[in-house]
């Protein structure tokens, strides 16, 4: 599957972003999708993930309350959508597309789980 993510910037502090996450190549509605980010010398970590369906969410403890992702797939499109943004959001965040069901955080966080990456996108939050 390939995926074309967009919608990072530069925001301050407090502002939101939505990020957005396009697939193509395979029953999107299949797809358990995920968002990702790494931060300059740290690993990439999970963000956000969304069952096939849309009927079930992981996140993050540090985002929970602030991100939301959903998806359309109408439209082959996951979303995350960033609010209340702060400084240490900064990253390059990708999205991902597992090869795996996802019923559990402990696969949705697993980078083994992901069976295809977008090509990132910049998310810079100043204080």
């Known amino acids: 599957v390939q995926l074309q993510a967009c919608g990072g910037g530069l925001v301050q502090a407090g502002d939101s972003l939505r990020l957005s996450c396009t697939a193509s190549?395979?029953?999107?509605?299949?797809?358990?999708m995920g968002w990702f980010r790494q931060a300059p010398g740290k690993e990439r970590e999970f963000v956000a993930a969304?069952?096939?369906?849309?009927?079930?969410?992981y996140y993050l403890d540090s985002v929970k309350g602030r991100y939301t992702i959903f998806r359309d797939n109408a439209k082959n499109t996951a979303y995350l959508q960033m609010n209340s943004l702060k400084p240490e959001d900064t990253a390059v965040y990708y999205c991902?597309?597992?090869?795996?069901?996802?019923?559990?955080?402990?696969?949705?966080?697993?980078?083994?789980?992901?069976?295809?990456w977008g090509q990132g996108t910049q998310v810079t939050v100043s204080s």
């Open positions: 969304v069952s096939g369906g849309g009927y079930s969410t």
């Open positions: 991902a597309a597992y090869r795996v069901s996802i019923r559990t955080i402990i696969t949705a966080k697993s980078i083994n789980s992901v069976d295809s």
């Open positions: 190549g395979r029953t999107f509605s299949t797809l358990a």
